[in-house]
């Protein structure tokens, strides 16, 4: 439980800031019940300094052999091609960054077959060096193989930051390195910068519309997931050739335990692509039933746009999981995105908040979605579009 | 055949409300459910299990009120339920966590599949499973949407950037499930909930399963919340209202100006 000292002057913000309500005041101190989950969240918020965690019997161990900004690069395959998936260079470019503050070198880390291959497109965003590990063997990813590269160049070479994209690749690999590795991992990071030397990974947390930084003072490398499209690219080096260290791992006899039968791609369809699409069109609770996502389908083909949904809408069972948008699901960064009987918890914000346009359609005038809105469109979704619909059809 | 599921209690997320004025969530009277996920690869177990005649254990870690979802396991058809529940535990981020239930499943001892949902509707990380495949030392495959099991092999299906993949994976080995779109968790008969009133379920500490005090809860974390805070405020845009065809109206407007719509 939160440790809680005299000095309490029973001000109340920690009893208002805990996510789980286990604080409240007795007698004029504040008080943990046993719903404290020790998350931490009220020690910041004590302007007596009062509040503690237990300070645990962990050795401070020496960070400071640990330097350098990483990225773990993914490739994409559709079964005829393979290519860097963009959220490789968004990952460099936030990394970037990172390791400018940090006054440490940036490195992308690719594990493939003919790597050599994405070696110029790499170095282009302020790249410093790329760790590479390249055999046929590696052609297709595979967990054993893939966590036993990275934690072989991690033991080698002491990053202080690992970033992974927070795809079905990055988060099967990510946490089976930190688990190895004894270091912390936060999921789907929506910030990232640099505070008294730790990374500082922003995320809304406690399910809630509240935003928590997360950081892991005593361990390194401190590792981040981030989804793609919520970091820009940005080239800085443009014709610039990074640093080349290739690593010859063997892939280890367990690797052999999972094998690849076949793979299904689906049929390709640009505008089908959530975070490709340059037209989103999201819908919500107030979309009512099949018949408003029905509508919703007729009014994004009109326009030629994808479909996505809020996370109620997929709990409700009327999208699959993949349409979600949102920090568990996916972000998009579209030229316009209608949100559409959807309220706005952050959790869905800071997944499409990115876009160029945003229009919300709402009938609750004081909905959180339209904070985020250009436009904001006071009335039932369902009715609005399909009037809408039969405008545009005409 | 001896399958183990990892199983969590959780907060129902759509009935989960924000208080208007302070942004927070009221957690107060929110039923708490089987995370679904959890469920879903319950239900394949249970499926694994009238093909095969497997033992299905339910493993949790919670506050002494989550047997609710061990006894919903064992009314589902579970054979077994346990739960650790331990003040060491607490303040364990998903580092901590998969240790725990490693550490319990390698007490439990006899395991060739172990399944757990992809993750927890309330935390979202994805990163329990991968962790406790890790920490036993054996295989894992996620976000899968179908496995079944014969021999010493298991069959899944799982969802790759931009399609489905059919993998086999040799046992021991540690699945995790997404869920199908619609799906509805099953749920028992009365009957069914009163004879499972009979099947057993154990309570464990932190002694009983031998775990390493300095890798449980938050010592055995290496992630720390430096602050929580609102979202920033942002300038609210232009607003519309209206009856709906006016605002339909308006809507094509916008969406002609923004040259959405020729």
């Given at each position: 439980?939160?440790?809680?000292?005299q000095?309490?002057?029973?001000c109340?913000?920690?009893v208002?800031t805990?996510?789980f309500?286990?604080?409240s005041?007795?007698?004029?101190?504040a008080?943990?019940?046993a719903?404290?989950?020790m998350?931490?969240?009220?020690?910041?918020?004590c302007?007596?300094?009062?509040l503690?965690?237990?300070t645990?019997?962990a050795?401070?161990?020496?960070l400071?052999?640990?330097?350098?900004?990483?990225?773990?690069?993914?490739?994409?395959?559709d079964?005829?091609?393979?290519?860097?998936?963009?959220?490789g260079?968004?990952?460099?470019s936030?990394?970037r960054e990172?390791?400018?503050?940090?006054?440490?070198?940036l490195?992308?880390v690719?594990?493939g077959?003919?790597v050599?291959?994405y070696?110029?497109?790499?170095?282009?965003?302020?790249?410093?060096k790329?760790?590479?590990?390249?055999?046929?063997?590696?052609?297709?990813?595979?967990?054993?193989?893939y966590a036993?590269?990275?934690?072989?160049l991690?033991?080698?070479?002491?990053?202080s930051?690992?970033?992974?994209p927070?795809?079905?690749?990055?988060?099967?690999?990510?946490?089976?390195?930190?688990?190895?590795?004894?270091?912390g991992?936060t999921?789907?990071?929506?910030?990232l910068s640099i505070?008294?030397?730790?990374l500082?990974?922003?995320r809304?947390?406690?399910?809630?519309?509240?935003?928590?930084?997360?950081?892991c003072?005593?361990?390194?490398p401190?590792?981040?997931?981030?989804?793609p499209?919520?970091?820009?690219k940005?080239?800085t080096?443009?014709?610039?050739?990074?640093?080349i260290?290739?690593?010859?791992?063997?892939?280890?006899?367990?690797?052999g335990?999972?094998?690849?039968?076949?793979?299904?791609m689906d049929?390709?369809?640009?505008?089908?692509?959530?975070?490709?699409?340059?037209?989103?069109?999201s819908g919500?609770?107030?979309?009512?039933?099949?018949?408003?996502?029905?509508?919703?389908?007729?009014f994004?083909?009109?326009?030629?746009?994808?479909?996505?949904?809020?996370?109620a809408?997929?709990d409700m069972?009327?999208?699959?999981k993949e349409k979600?948008?949102g920090q568990?699901g996916?972000?998009?960064?579209s030229?316009?995105?209608?949100?559409c009987?959807?309220?706005?918890?952050?959790?869905h914000?800071?997944?499409?908040?990115?876009s160029?346009v945003?229009i919300?359609?709402?009938?609750?005038?004081?909905?959180?979605?339209?904070?985020?809105?250009?436009?904001?469109?006071?009335?039932?979704?369902?009715?609005?579009?399909?009037?809408a619909?039969e405008?545009l059809?005409? | 055949m001896?399958i183990?599921?990892?199983?969590?209690q959780?907060?129902?997320?759509?009935q989960?409300k924000v208080?208007?004025k302070?942004?927070?969530?009221i957690?107060?009277?929110?039923p708490?459910?089987?995370?679904?996920y959890?469920?879903?690869?319950?239900?394949?177990?249970?499926?694994?299990k009238?093909?095969?005649g497997?033992?299905?254990?339910?493993?949790?870690m919670g506050p002494n009120q989550?047997?609710?979802?061990?006894?919903?396991?064992l009314?589902?058809?579970?054979d077994?339920?346990?739960?650790?529940?331990d003040?060491?535990?607490?303040?364990s981020?998903?580092?901590?966590?998969?240790?725990a239930l490693?550490?319990a499943?390698?007490?439990i001892?006899?395991y060739?599949l172990?399944l757990?949902?992809?993750m927890?509707?309330?935390?979202?990380t994805?990163q329990?499973?991968?962790?406790?495949?890790?920490?036993?030392?054996?295989p894992?495959?996620?976000?899968?949407?179908?496995?079944d099991a014969s021999?010493?092999?298991v069959?899944?299906k799982k969802?790759i950037?931009?399609?489905?993949?059919?993998?086999?994976?040799?046992?021991?080995?540690?699945?995790?499930?997404?869920?199908?779109v619609?799906?509805?968790?099953?749920?028992?008969?009365?009957?069914?909930?009163?004879?499972?009133q009979?099947?057993?379920t154990?309570?464990?500490?932190?002694?009983d399963?031998?775990a390493?005090l300095?890798?449980l809860?938050?010592?055995?974390?290496?992630?720390?919340?430096?602050r929580?805070?609102?979202?920033?405020?942002?300038?609210?845009?232009?607003?519309?209202t209206?009856?709906?065809?006016?605002?339909?109206?308006?809507?094509?407007?916008i969406l002609?100006?923004e040259?959405?719509?020729?």
């Open positions: 439980m939160i440790q809680i000292a000095s309490c002057v029973g109340g913000k920690c208002s805990c996510p309500g286990a604080l005041l007795v007698n004029r101190k008080v943990a019940s719903a404290c989950t998350c931490g969240a009220c020690v910041s918020v302007p007596m300094k009062a503690s965690l237990p645990t019997g050795a401070k161990k020496d400071s052999a640990y330097k350098g900004v990483w990225a773990f690069i993914e490739i994409s395959d079964g005829h091609t393979q290519k860097v998936r963009p959220v260079f968004e990952l460099l936030k990394g990172l390791a400018d503050q940090l006054g440490e070198e490195c992308a690719v594990i077959d003919n050599k291959n070696y110029a497109e790499l170095s282009q965003y302020g790249t410093d790329i760790y590479a590990v390249n055999a046929p063997e590696y052609h297709n990813y595979n967990t054993l193989a036993n590269a990275m934690i072989t991690i033991k080698k070479y002491n990053p930051v690992v970033l992974f927070s795809t079905y690749i990055g988060r099967d690999l990510s946490p089976r390195i930190s688990s190895e590795l004894f270091v991992l999921a789907d990071c929506t910030g505070k008294e030397g730790n500082i990974q922003t809304p947390a406690f399910g809630g519309n509240i935003m928590a930084d997360i950081k003072p005593d361990y390194r401190q590792m981040a997931t981030v989804r499209n919520v970091f820009k940005v080239v080096t443009a014709g610039r050739m990074a640093q260290v290739e690593s010859n791992i063997a892939i280890p006899v367990e690797a335990k999972v094998r690849i039968i076949q793979t299904q049929p390709v369809n640009a505008n089908q692509k959530l975070d490709e699409a340059e037209v989103v069109i919500g609770r107030g979309m009512k039933d099949k018949e408003g996502f029905e509508l919703l389908e007729n994004a083909q009109t326009l030629g746009g994808a479909v996505g949904a809020s996370r809408a997929v069972g009327f999208k699959p979600q948008v568990s996916v972000t998009v960064a030229k316009l995105y209608v949100a009987g959807i309220s706005g918890a952050v959790q914000v800071v997944g499409m908040e990115h160029d945003i919300g359609i709402n009938k609750d005038a004081n909905a959180p979605i339209f904070n985020v809105c250009k436009y904001g469109i006071v009335g039932d979704a369902k009715q609005v579009l399909s009037k619909l405008q059809k005409k | 001896n183990i599921v990892c199983i969590k959780v907060p129902d997320s759509t989960v208080d208007p302070t942004g927070t969530l957690r107060a009277g929110v708490s459910i089987l995370n679904p959890d469920h879903f690869a319950l239900e394949k177990a249970l499926d694994i009238a093909k095969t497997a033992k299905v254990t339910v493993l949790s989550a047997i609710a979802v061990l006894r919903l396991a009314a589902l058809g579970a077994e339920g346990i739960l650790l529940s003040r060491a535990f607490a303040g981020d998903t580092w901590a966590t998969s240790y490693a550490t499943i390698r007490k001892g006899q060739d172990i757990c949902g992809q927890a509707i309330d935390g979202d994805a329990t499973g991968p962790g406790i495949a890790r920490h036993l030392n054996i894992q495959v996620t976000f899968c949407e179908h496995v021999g010493n092999q069959m899944v969802l950037d931009g399609g489905k993949q059919i993998l086999q994976a040799d046992m021991p080995v540690l699945v995790t499930m997404t869920m199908p619609d799906y509805t968790p099953k749920y028992p008969s009365f009957m069914a909930a009163h004879k499972a009979d099947k057993q154990h309570t464990w500490t932190a002694a399963i031998g390493d300095h890798k809860g938050l010592e055995g974390s290496p992630t720390r919340v430096d929580i805070f609102p979202p920033p405020a942002r300038q609210k845009g232009e607003m519309f209206g009856s709906a065809a006016e605002l339909a109206n308006k809507l094509v407007e002609k100006k040259s959405v719509v020729k």
